[in-house]
Nanobody, 116 residues
């Protein structure tokens, strides 16, 4: 069973940092690209945050460039989202995602709340 489980969310003050984790299981993690998305409170869509390829190359949305970074550990089957210089606009539920065949597989999400 393909499964993604996020953790590491919480409350932080503006300017602070958090590291989110996504534990993958049920598939050959090292062969799959991974993405992070977020959904703001009351928002109807999940916005792309960043992506890391199976070879470790990453790309980011403009609104997080220079502040967020994604890494992965193919031994532990983990992908991480390091978030620095957080601000109130970063308040959202964060999700990791992978592509499985013709479908997207999502985790349950982890909430990040940034207070000013």
């Amino acid at each position: 069973q393909v499964q993604l489980v996020e953790s590491g969310g919480g409350s932080v003050q503006s300017g602070g940092s958090l590291r989110l984790s996504c534990a993958a299981s049920g598939f050959a993690f090292e062969k799959f690209d991974m993405s992070w998305y977020r959904q703001a409170p009351g928002g109807s869509e999940r916005k792309f945050v960043g992506y890391i390829s199976k070879s470790g190359e990453s790309t980011y949305a403009d609104f997080v460039k220079g502040r967020f970074s994604i890494s992965r550990d193919n031994v532990k089957n983990m992908v991480y989202l390091q978030m620095n210089r957080l601000n109130s606009e970063d308040t959202a539920a964060y999700f990791c995602k992978t592509r499985w065949g013709f479908s997207d597989v999502w985790g349950q999400g982890t909430q990040v709340t940034v207070s000013s």
